[in-house]
Nanobody, 117 residues
């Protein structure tokens, strides 16, 4: 069982930045992957960014160059730094952790990010 606790969401104006945190109960460097997803009203949940066990990262095209995912293994925490935020980034952001490749994974409770124009 993995528990994930997200924090850092809020209301910001377009062009500003936010940093989301996801603290995990396990040893994250042993996890297959950790990622951030988001779900806007009326839309499906989508992958935003993921960091793999070996440290490689992948991003959705819509956030490339603006968002950065990284981890602090000592704190078992994964971060998502979001720069140059746009109104279309408004969503509930969820942290996901997979211990193994074909595992559905564990989810955090979500944190709301609202970007005003």
């Amino acid at each position: 069982q993995v528990q994930l606790v997200e924090s850092g969401g809020g209301l910001v104006q377009a062009g500003n930045s936010l940093r989301l945190s996801c603290a995990a109960s396990g040893t994250i460097v042993s996890f297959y992957s950790m990622g951030w997803y988001r779900q806007a009203p009326g839309k499906q949940r989508e992958l935003v960014a993921v960091i793999m066990r070996g440290g490689s990262t992948n991003y959705a095209d819509s956030v490339k160059g603006r968002f950065t995912i990284f981890r602090d293994s000592a704190k078992n925490t994964v971060y998502l730094v979001m720069d140059s935020l746009k109104p279309e980034d408004t969503a509930v952001y969820y942290c996901n952790a997979k211990r193994f490749q074909y595992e559905y994974g564990y989810w955090g409770q979500g944190t709301q990010v609202t970007v005003s124009s």
